[in-house]
């Protein structure tokens, strides 16, 4: 893959993010944007521990998506206390992710402010993720192709992340939000995924007190180097047609796929898969015919 380092910053004013990020739509990582904020010297393990270890979280591992399976159906339950133990003690598949801070814990909120950057966030939906090493998410964009501020702490993540130009080149599922879930995006093998050698895009690791600016609709694919904590504020697209599909999205796509799950069972997950193959292939055979000579 033809991955390229994304920018870091530090004291990015508003007007230097809208123009060089924000309006052009590329990723930036802006350093020490949290040091200010009560989250950066309290937000760890423990912190979460103290502050939520009664509550029971749902977690998500990396299984294959099955058609009984619902719509960001947890594959576990926990009591945050044991998860955080387990996350300490061993590494572990098991990941926390749009765990709602304002619902769950409010006196989180009290960590952190909405920076200043010129963009419009969405107050209600500050959203925290956890993961133990190793532990990834599959290569996906979000429903509503939101602009989106992750925000690190308490150890280290790689992301990658490609635009939305390059979906035929990703073997995307249809009528979802992934690519094929047989792809490890750390280790492709180029041999199984030939149109990965083509796919243009970004990375980055990102430590604690960083924040990551992923534009309208990027695909991102995460993995926890080291256990840790994320949150994402998120602001609404701006772009009218990523505004368009988002609605689409979350008010037809996710229902409709539901239903065919239900009728189809796991043939129609077998035969998304395939598709999403078959699309990829046949649009690389048009732009490169010696890949299959």
Known sequence: MNLQEIPRRKALTPEAFHRDYFKPQKPVVIEGITKNWPAYSKWNLDYMKQVAGDKEVPLYDDRPVQHEDGFNEPHARMKMAAYIDLLKSEPTRYRIFLWNVLKEIPELQKDFSYPSLGVKLMKGLPMLFFGGEDSFT????????????????????????????????????????????????????YEEW???????????????????????????????????????????????????????????????????????????????????IHNTEKYLSEINPEVFF
């Open 138 to 189: 599959f290569m996906h964009y979000d429903i509503d192709l939101a602009n989106i501020f992750h925000f690190h702490f308490d150890g280290t993540k790689d992301c990658t992340l490609f635009p939305q130009t390059e979906n035929k080149l990703l073997y995307k599922v249809p009528h979802s939000l992934i690519t094929h879930e047989s792809i490890n995006f750390s280790n492709p093998d």
């Open 194 to 276: 030939p149109a990965l050698k083509h796919v243009k895009g970004f990375k980055t690791r990102l430590n604690h007190g960083d924040a990551l600016y992923i534009p309208e609709g990027y695909w991102h694919y995460m993995k926890y180097v080291t256990p840790g904590i994320s949150m994402s504020l998120r602001g609404i697209a701006r772009n009218p047609k990523n505004l368009c599909r988002a609605v689409y999205n979350v008010a037809v796509m996710r229902y409709y796929d539901n239903l065919m799950r239900k009728i189809k069972g796991q043939a129609w997950i077998d035969w998304k898969n395939q598709k999403a």
